[in-house]
């Protein structure tokens, strides 16, 4: 059976968690590991302040937290993506306008986001589908312009970037996943990244259950307590000991990933240039991270027949979002524009397995398969 996903371990995640329970005797949050992880990110990518959180769900949480959504705020998001992109503003009382995909790329058409902006309009999420980076200059141009915060939903883009610029570096916050069909995991896991100086102070607030216990403990204030709304937004040691282990082998993880991802395209280039179905659109602007490969076939029907295809000879492929805008809890709030494009990849676009452990002789059995 070729799976879908298979989690990698790099060989260090049970001594590193060994560590912090027996060596640093910490398996609560913000320990040794915590602060490892974070500045790693600080330091590789220039991101301003980086926060772990148990999950990328959380990241974007504490984000619609730190942009004071209020009942009746408007927050523009794609509609062809995770449902939390969209929930933790909707758990704030945001109205979400679903903004349509591009018709190359699932991402955003940042061309349309301007007519949807009204006087309600606060926020801009950008998803970065697949690791492929959204417009990010005309999407901070329109928010600039109209005074929005942008939060980019990187849960897919660590190591991406966008004109030469870490992805999660260019919007006001970026939300990170570590989830176990990420390049790099820890099982559950997420970040949140802070650019804007305005809101650092109050993000290690709001992630230490809104308490000022990280000052305290830096020796920076001589006691603390209650000053703000929060949660407790911050994983254990043993999360953050696991996601050291993979930080620390990133840079091979990485190139064994677009080595499958190349040894995929190449194949099935012949194949697309025929029409039986799309590769995926790396625009110029943008880097492939390997996060996933896809395929867009030209229908639900082929897409369905060359799902259970591959089934057939022990070759997991999913499908991945249906349209937001669309769901069952959605669709009666939504205002009735149409998603077209959206909606095309919800009918038509297939993730084929792609994982650390993915051999190529793997990826030539499902070439041969698709090709029959």
Not at 65 to 72: E, K, N, R, T, V
Not at 231 to 249: C, D, H, R, T, V
Not at 275 to 294: E, K, Q, S, V, W
Not at 357 to 365: F, P, Q, S
């Amino acid at each position: 059976m070729i799976d879908f996903n298979r989690p990698h371990l790099t060989g260090n995640e049970v001594k590193y968690i060994q560590e912090a329970v027996t060596d640093f005797r910490q398996i609560s949050g913000n320990g040794v590991f915590t602060k490892r992880c974070q500045h790693f990110f600080e330091e590789k990518y220039g991101f301003k302040k980086c926060l772990l959180t148990t999950s990328c769900t959380d990241a974007l949480e504490m984000a619609a937290i730190l942009c004071d959504i209020q009942p009746g705020d408007e927050v523009i998001v794609p509609s062809y993506t995770f449902v939390s992109s969209a929930l933790a503003f909707v758990r704030a009382g945001a109205k979400i306008v679903f903004a349509d995909s591009m018709e190359r790329n699932p991402n955003i058409d940042a061309e349309t986001i301007e007519a949807l902006i009204t006087p309600r309009t606060k926020v801009i999420v950008p998803v970065h589908y697949a690791g492929v980076a959204c417009d990010m200059d005309r999407i901070m141009e329109i928010a600039g312009k109209y005074h929005l915060l942008v939060v980019e939903d990187a849960a897919q883009a660590i190591d991406s970037f966008y004109k030469g610029r870490p992805l999660g570096s260019i919007g006001h916050f970026a939300a990170f996943s570590f989830h176990e069909t990420k390049n790099i995991i820890s099982g559950e896991g997420g970040m949140l990244v802070v650019n804007d100086d305005r809101f650092v102070r109050r993000a290690e607030i709001i992630w230490e259950k809104g308490t000022n216990r990280a000052e305290f403990f830096r020796g920076e204030v001589n006691k603390y307590g209650w000053c703000d709304t929060g949660s407790s937004f911050l994983p254990s040691e043993i999360i953050a000991a696991f996601l050291w282990a993979q930080l620390e082998e990133m840079d091979s993880i990485q190139s064994k990933r677009k080595a499958l991802w190349e040894e995929y395209y190449h194949r099935l280039k012949p194949l697309a240039d025929t029409g039986r179905f799309h590769l995926p659109d790396i625009p110029a602007y943008a880097t492939n991270n390997a996060h996933m490969f896809y395929l867009v076939c030209n229908s639900l029907e082929e897409r369905t027949a060359m799902i259970q295809r591959l089934k057939e000879h022990d070759i997991q492929a999913v499908f991945h979002y249906l349209s937001l805008h669309s769901s069952p809890f959605y669709r009666t709030k939504h205002d009735g524009r149409s998603l077209h494009h959206c909606d095309h990849y919800s009918d038509a676009l297939v993730r084929l397995p792609m994982f650390y452990d993915l051999k190529t002789e793997d990826v030539e059995k499902i070439y041969n398969i698709i090709a029959l």
